[in-house]
């Protein structure tokens, strides 16, 4: 019997990536805690939390397009890390997708096949 080994998965199930990478979880074997984050929403410690965790900052996991990143100003060099942040709990769309945390870390798994090493047990 396998350890428990517990998988929170930030998901939209609209996104086919995000369904993508929840199939390849199940199909090793794990059932993931889901979070539907476009109806749950983020706090800030939540997202700062996140983002420390993954080791990125809220640009590079701002989502650009079908959001309203662009008329936010989000998308100008000038938007700070605060103000993407802000947004981000506001819209909560503003976060791409999906995120997958587990026992080996926090990523963005876009493609789909990043969640693999999320997987794998340790060395």
């Known amino acids: ?14 996104c086919g ?3 993508n990478s929840l199939a390849l979880i199940r199909a090793a074997g794990h ?3 889901v979070v539907e984050y476009l ?3 983020w706090t800030r410690p939540q997202l700062e ?14 989502r650009e397009t079908g959001s309203p990143a662009a008329e936010l100003g989000l998308l100008e060099p000038s938007a700070t890390d605060a103000q993407i942040l802000d947004a981000m709990v506001a819209h909560p769309i503003l976060v ?13 798994t876009r493609p789909a096949e990043r969640v693999a090493d999320l ?3 340790r060395p």
């Open 1 to 14: 019997m396998r350890e428990p080994f517990d998988i929170t998965v930030y998901h939209n199930p609209a």
């Open 17 to 19: 990536t995000s369904r």
């Open 49 to 62: 939390s996140l983002f420390a965790r993954m080791g990125v900052s809220p640009r590079q996991v701002l």
């Open 31 to 33: 059932e993931p805690n």
């Open 96 to 108: 791409n997708r999906p995120i997958v945390v587990t026992p080996l870390g926090a990523r963005l």
């Open 39 to 41: 109806k749950a929403g």
């Open 119 to 121: 997987l794998a047990p």
